[in-house]
């Protein structure tokens, strides 16, 4: 039977590091997947998430299931974390929270409830977005079209095409918002802007599902929640699918979150209802020891603060990282778009959006063993102190036809 199967296409961002894995070039870069690096190229542990370790190590003293939903407490920091300490939404019970196997399990599950309980509804997500953002929700059965959000010959928000957009949806639709660091652009949405769309979504009966996977990476964890909250004030229902892999460096642990806000204590009820049947047909429960690491920092106010240094010192890096690409950039005289480099400096968090087309981004595989994603969305946290210069040197390379 296996025989006449065929191959599939690797992925175009994990695949990515397994064809850098199999590069033999010593001099090889890898900025694909989004994963945070340090000055040496390594992806750490943070101290805060070994004590915590240590402490859940000792304490435990069973390997029971979860309940199908994950720990209440974890359920509750999240809300905290997305809306602020004592927000009324949580007084009111019209936001629940599932621990999911990481903000994509929570994107997948997500996409199951939207496709089985609102038949009809179709999801509109950016252009361009997330890679995966496609395959989770056409394998959750959801249909998809995408809407206007870049305006590629300046690299920076189209808003207008995006307002355009948003008009020809139907009530009923569901609209995906990247709720801070724009994966693949880094190109956000002002405060002003959030209100804009929050109340266009309002009044045509849009619901809102805002991915939240980089809370911390762009200004603060308050800053980057800002857009959610204000979505929060002004519509009535929301999904949330947040992650805890980069804030927290828990990328292999799978700890993410499903948050649903209802109109009333008794429809969150019922949707968390529906969520928890499509959770058990899944995995059934979710795996315990990242979810416990989360909440045991939470939990504790020291430790806590020691995880909120280690998230500055993450993001103080990156956007250090980029202001010393841009000027790398500048001193070669690379202009990666006509109207010139500045964009760069207006991206937040970890990825850039670089104006490098496919053509270039193969170039820069084959011939200097520089591995970014195809959109030309390179990982500026994978940058550091040694790699810069080659890598500049690289895309002035490829860029020099310009
Ligand atoms: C990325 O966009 O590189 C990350 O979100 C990792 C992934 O799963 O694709």
Not at 181 to 194: R, Y
Not at 203 to 231: H, K, M, S, T
Request: charged share 25%; hydrophobic share 40%.
């Amino acid at each position: 039977m296996f025989d006449s199967v065929p191959t599939a296409p690797p992925d175009p961002i994990l695949g990515l590091t397994d064809a850098f894995k199999a590069d033999p070039n010593p001099d090889k870069i890898n900025l694909g997947v989004g994963v945070y690096q340090d000055e040496t190229g390594h992806t750490p542990i943070l101290d805060s998430v070994t004590e915590a370790r240590k402490r859940i190590i000792a304490a435990e003293k069973s390997k029971t299931y979860m309940p199908i939903t994950g720990d209440p407490a974890f359920g509750r920091h999240t809300q905290s974390l997305l809306l602020g300490a004592d927000h009324a939404l949580v007084d009111q019970k019209r936001i629940l929270t599932a621990h999911c196997p990481g903000g994509t399990g929570a994107l997948r599950i997500a996409g199951e409830y939207l496709a089985r309980l609102h038949r009809g509804a179709t999801i509109h997500i950016s252009d361009p977005t997330w890679a995966n953002h496609e395959s989770v929700f056409g394998a959750a059965g959801l249909p998809i079209e995408t809407y206007d959000y870049l305006a590629g010959e300046t690299i920076s928000l189209d808003f207008e095409a995006m307002l355009e957009s948003i008009e020809g949806m139907a009530r009923g639709d569901v609209i995906l918002l990247h709720g801070c660091c724009h994966n693949p652009t880094g190109i956000d949405l002002s405060s002003e802007q959030w209100r804009t769309v929050a109340e266009r979504i309002r009044d045509q009966g849009l619901l809102p599902l805002v991915d939240l996977a980089y809370q911390g990476f762009a200004d603060g964890l308050n800053e980057d929640a800002g857009g959610l909250r204000i979505l929060a004030s002004i519509v009535p229902e929301m999904i949330i699918c947040s992650s805890y892999s980069k804030n927290f460096g828990l990328y292999n642990e799978r700890v993410g979150a499903l948050s649903i806000i209802a109109s009333s204590t008794k429809a969150a009820e019922a949707v968390f209802s529906q969520i928890k049947t499509i959770i058990r047909a899944n995995y059934s429960n979710p795996p315990a020891h990242g979810a416990a690491i989360v909440t045991t920092i939470l939990d504790d106010a020291q430790l806590r603060k020691r995880w909120e240094v280690e998230l500055a010192e993450m993001r103080t890096r990156i956007n250090d990282l980029r202001r010393k690409f841009a000027e790398a950039l500048a001193e070669r005289r690379v202009k990666l778009i006509e109207s010139g480099n500045d964009f760069l400096n207006h991206q937040r968090g970890m990825f850039s959006y670089s104006g490098l087309n496919r053509e270039q981004v193969t170039k820069l595989r084959r011939e200097q063993a520089v591995y970014i994603v195809g959109s030309g969305r390179i990982n500026i946290a994978g940058i550091n102190d040694r790699n810069l210069v080659p890598l500049c040197d690289a895309i002035a390379a490829v860029t020099c036809a310009r």
